[in-house]
């Protein structure tokens, strides 16, 4: 069974950072590509980055480049995000999820996470 466990989001002020982290279990993970989302209410949900966890390609939203980074942890099937200088247009409930291709659009993932909360204050 796939499991997708989101952990790391919080409350925080304009400007600062937060680390989300992702634990996949029962997938595949070294052969595919694994990504953040996010939804804030009323909007559709949207990529924020990807990274394909075979060679380590990454791609990125415009709107997250240059401060948010994805990485990942080979020998834990862990993937993360981190998120600096974080605007309160960056409030949303972040997904992680896990797919075949890598690219920022949603519908391409199979397997997704619960969410986890981030919310940035002016």
């Known amino acids: 069974q796939v499991q997708l466990v989101e952990s790391g989001g919080d409350s925080v002020q304009a400007g600062g950072s937060l680390r989300l982290s992702c634990a996949a279990s029962?997938?595949?993970?070294?052969?595919?590509?694994m990504g953040w989302f996010r939804q804030a209410p009323g909007r559709e949900r949207e990529g924020v980055a990807s990274?394909?966890?075979?060679?380590?390609?990454?791609f990125y939203a415009d709107s997250v480049k240059g401060r948010f980074t994805i990485s990942q942890d080979n020998a834990k099937n862990t993937v993360y995000l981190q998120m600096n200088s974080l605007k309160p247009e960056d409030t949303a409930m972040y997904y992680c999820?896990?797919?075949?291709?890598?690219?920022?659009?949603?519908?391409?993932?199979?397997?997704w996470g619960q969410g986890t909360q981030v919310t940035v204050s002016s």
């Open positions: 990274i394909n966890t075979r060679g380590g390609y990454t």
């Open positions: 999820a896990a797919g075949r291709v890598c690219t920022l659009r949603p519908k391409i993932f199979d397997y």
């Open positions: 029962g997938y595949p993970y070294s052969s595919n590509c």
